[in-house]
């Protein structure tokens, strides 16, 4: 266990920054390294900033975050990064623990961590245990739909819906171009993308994301997720035949739970795989503060 240890969050004024920095405040396992707001932008403010950290975590845009990791390409600091950017590198460990044996392991060693997307948390987290039981073929050809609140989207959404410049909730990423859409495949064992339908609701954070299925098999279905599961601290399993009348987006708000449910009507062959998440929470800056303790050999709900 690493007591004490020094913590960079670069880009730690944005969304997931602060959502991260407020997780770590306080702790007495952890030491901040902040920059003042003139220097957060100054390249050799940021590479001591790196090199006095032990885990340096990059809330950062794609390019920027592949900057700051060549920056520390010859440091001895880890890195957990939050974009999209270094998600299939097979240099990077994929930080989703829950994905299958070996895989707290590998991010405890790690060097290089890379955070999953909220959406692509969700729909690995439902299909990887069916796909691995062959429950779900990896040549099936899926459909996946999502909301999500609109912090999902970044500081510019934010605004745009706090000051009513937005009226309503509506649907996005409709050429199929979805950036989360790479890991579903690869750490969803899929050997086709799927078609994704996101839309971003009228409200702040929460996510539910569901595929449905033809297939009279939801037994089995519940069983395989129920094992993948069992003993997790932060992957619930609903008991099959727990549909409520309206499955709810926010449900987990504020916490790093997943929650994982098998709705439809399998007697008619039609079900519903449904996943509930604060795209905060374990659908981003939850997930880094689990993979940082992970990675620092702390109780992996310290702070969470």
Known sequence: MEMNAKVFIDGEVGTTGLQIRDRLLGRNDISLISLPADRRKDASARADAFAAADVA?????????????????????????ASTAHRVNPNWVFGFPELGAGQRAAIAGAKRVSNPGCYSTCAIALLRPLTDAGLVGTDADLSIFGISGYTGGGKAMIAEFEKGETNGSFVYATTQHHKHMPEVMHYGNLA??????????????????????????????????????A?????????????????????????????????????????????????????ASGAAVQNLNIMLGLEEGAGL
Request: proline share 6%.
């Open 192 to 229: 086709h993308a799927p078609i994704f339908v996101p839309a971003v609701g009228h409200y702040a954070q929460g996510m539910i994301v569901q595929i449905p299925l033809h297939t009279s098999r939801a037994v089995e279905i519940q069983a395989a997720l129920t094992a993948h599961y």
């Open 231 to 283: 003993g997790s601290q932060f992957v619930t399993v609903r008991p099959l035949g727990q549909a409520q009348a309206r499955e709810n987006p926010q449900a987990l708000n504020n916490s790093n739970m997943l929650e994982l449910s098998v709705l439809g009507d399998a007697a008619s062959g039609r079900v519903v795989l449904s996943a509930v998440l604060d795209n905060l929470g374990k659908g």
């Open 57 to 81: 975590i990059l809330c950062l845009p794609d390019d920027a975050a592949r900057e700051a990791a060549a920056i520390c390409e010859a440091l001895p600091t880890r890195l957990i990064d």
